[in-house]
């Protein structure tokens, strides 16, 4: 597994007991994670100095709660790529950090390649990888179900400054898309897919996930 360690705007700065304490630049959240079986914290004064905690209910949803106010977006760099920061249902912050290894892969690859490349990403979310790929001078399709992620992609492209490149964002179903793209023969240098767990297009039965 590659570790994202290049990061100055987030750290997990303690984990214990289904819960970690991350920095999102100058703002502390506490959520919940799974993964996390052991029990002691490393430096539980830390834990005291969160700004927001995302507490589950027993009902299977949840919610934050503010030990002070939050701005109601604030942004994060990576590198050379700015991100905007929200705290959202299901524990979201709308980027997952972990994924900045990829990002670097990306950049890499396409500013490698030495000629025009064309990234497809689906399930784009709020376009962590298309604003990567932009950035290294690809060209992108951005495709997401949800006219809210595609809005706070667009917001993430003009942060990191790439608004004039290359990018066309679609909001529609994967399956839908991709099919009509098939029919086109439009063809991709590359194709990202991070799906889900579930889906929400209207043909979800359809996707092998
Ligand atoms: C887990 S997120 C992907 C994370 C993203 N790749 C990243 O690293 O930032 C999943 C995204 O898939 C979208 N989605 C779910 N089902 C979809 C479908 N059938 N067609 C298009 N988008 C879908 C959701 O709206 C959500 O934005």
Not at 82 to 104: C, R, S, Y
Not at 165 to 170: D, F, L, M, V
Request: glycine share 6%; hydrophobic share 35%; charged share 30%.
């Amino acid at each position: 597994m590659n570790i994202a360690k290049d990061w100055k705007d987030y750290e997990i700065i303690d984990m214990a007991d289904g819960e970690k304490l991350e920095r999102w630049n100058n703002i502390k959240l506490i959520r919940p994670d799974p993964q996390i079986i052991w029990k002691d914290k490393l430096f539980p004064n830390e834990w005291k100095k969160a700004n927001a905690i995302y507490k589950r209910s027993s009902n299977g949803g949840g919610g934050w709660s503010y030990n002070s106010k939050l701005p109601q977006s604030w942004q994060v760099k990576y590198k050379e790529l700015t991100f905007n920061i929200k705290p959202m249902g299901f524990k979201h912050t709308g980027l997952f950090p972990e994924q900045a290894v990829n990002w670097d892969w990306m950049i890499n690859k396409i500013k490698n390649a030495k000629r025009p490349i064309k990234v497809l990403n689906l399930f784009a979310y709020t376009g962590g990888a298309s604003v990567a790929c932009l950035y290294a001078g690809a060209s992108v399709c951005h495709v997401d179900s949800s006219k809210g992620m595609v809005s706070w992609a667009k917001e993430n492209v003009i942060s990191s400054k790439l608004q004039d490149k290359p990018i066309r964002y679609i909001v529609d179903d994967v399956i839908k898309f991709v099919k009509r793209e098939i029919r086109r023969e439009n063809k991709y240098d590359a194709i990202i897919m991070d799906p889900p767990s579930y889906g929400r297009g209207a043909s979800r039965r359809g996707m092998a996930i």
